[in-house]
């Protein structure tokens, strides 16, 4: 009778173990074997199925709202069109979306309800798709209004915050992060881990609250060291519960609080984060954006210095789906993005990730894609 893939590896382990009592090493370390259908990484190079993986893919941050549970983020999905956005998608395209707090609490019992979490994780399953959960938000928006300052980063994501007023966070940051990893780290779909989007150690001045601490920000000469300790500390948590997957960073990259030219480096240098990451808006004609101090390509440089892979995880165009004056048309818009595209994986990206999916496109000029824009073909027929 052949072998079954447990049996095999249990052999395969046992031999592993004697290999290593016999060469007189105690207590050596046996490494688990790397599961080729996980996304790893070589040095700068991501790999999925024993090869060089590169990706294509969408935003699509509301996909978790369902509203008959939870407050939702953005607009809902039906069952059908989500079953259909992720088999209109190539295999092993990656989406990455939001799974905050917020949209796993029910709104109604202001109890803990995955409900609307589990429906995505089970349709990127159905059609062999790969998410990237996003477990927090800088400015606090679509879960506890709270902005994320120093202190936040420092250890205060220990603690609930309900600055919007909600009462939808009935956990600590912390425990919602080892809740989700725990419930999600054995789903086929799971791509990779993010902490926060667009995280950035900045102080919000006194008197404002959540997105309006944008305009308002004082940045602390420690912010890259508050970051760097932060993700150590997230990081080293979310690894003792799922070893296996890639954690990636979420930061723009740009000139932000804490990854400002170097400090980029500096807060990368964790030993848990995997991925670095490049978010590229207001550069329509320009296919690999930036300057020589925080630019794509100074970003990659740091990213292979550090040999690490980095991913463009948000790149957007403003366009119309209707014939709202002063709009890139989408066909217009389809065209810059694959310029973008092939530059930006030319350059050494290993990923692209466009801003942001919606079930139904909206008038006047937005960054929404819908099923029938011309660039969900280009991703998934782009040679990647």
Known sequence: MPLTVNKRLRLTLAAALVVAMGSGVTGAAIAAPVNPNVITRSGSTLMLHGHAYRFTGVNAYELGTYWSVNAGCGQQLSDVQLDAFFAGLRPDSVVRFWAFQAQGVNKATHKIDFTGLDRVFRAAERHGQRLLPVLGNQDGS????????????????????????????????????????????????????????????????????????????????????TLRLFFNSVGAQIKRLDPTHLIASGVIGGSQCGINQGDFSTVHGSSYLDVATY???????????GDAWTGMLVRLDQARALSKPLITEEVGIVSASDSASGCT?????????????????????RGFLVWNLTPQSTAGCTYDLDATDPMMSVLRTAPV
């Open 142 to 225: 679509c879960d506890d209004g709270h902005w994320r300052d120093a202190a936040w980063y420092s250890g205060a994501y220990t603690k609930k915050f309900n600055d919007d007023r909600r009462g939808l966070n009935v956990l600590p940051y912390s425990s919602w992060v080892s809740s989700v990893v725990t419930r999600y780290r054995s789903s086929p779909a799971l791509g990779m881990w993010e902490p926060l989007n667009e995280p950035e150690a900045a102080n919000c001045a006194a008197g404002f609250l959540g997105n309006a601490c944008y305009a308002h920000k004082i940045c602390p000469a420690t912010a890259a060291t």
């Open 279 to 289: 978010h590229d808006y207001g550069n329509d004609a320009v296919a690999v954006p």
């Open 329 to 349: 048309s989408r066909d217009a818009r389809a065209a810059l993005l694959t310029d973008k595209l092939t530059a930006q994986l030319s350059a050494g990206s």
